[in-house]
Nanobody, 122 residues
Framework: QVQLMESGGGSVQAGGSLRLSCAASENTRNYCMGWFRQTPGKEREGVAA????????YYADSVKGRFTISEIHANLTVYLQMDSLKPEDTGVYYC????????????????WGQGTQVTVSS
């Protein structure tokens, strides 16, 4: 069972940046890795995902051009660089893994972290 721990959340003003990290308990070379967020009053939504080899990345339309997902297998860590943050990006951000293909948000993601809070003020 893969254990995940997110860090890097915090409070920033609109237009600012944050980098989230997700530390895995084991190598994730065979997994899709993704970031999701939960906003009050809304369903959890996929934000970004990366394929096992890192050759493919996927983004929600709302964050394209502003967020970047990356992974360093040697460090067992996945990152989410968030730039040009907006108040609507506020929420709890979760890291997750998926052992199958495709690396799509609508499929089952099997292991989840506890989440880290991101608050963007206007």
């Amino acid at each position: 069972q893969v254990q995940l721990m997110e860090s890097g959340g915090g409070s920033v003003q609109a237009g600012g940046s944050l980098r989230l990290s997700c530390a895995a308990s084991e190598n994730t070379r065979n997994y899709c890795m993704g970031w999701f967020r939960q906003t009050p009053g809304k369903e959890r939504e996929g934000v970004a995902a990366i394929s096992p080899t890192g050759s493919n990345t996927y983004y929600a339309d709302s964050v394209k051009g502003r967020f970047t997902i990356s992974e360093i297998h040697a460090n067992l860590t996945v990152y989410l660089q968030m730039d040009s943050l907006k108040p609507e990006d506020t929420g709890v951000y979760y890291c997750a893994t998926r052992g199958g293909w495709p690396c799509a948000f609508g499929y089952d993601w099997h292991y989840w972290g506890q989440g880290t809070q991101v608050t963007v003020s206007s």
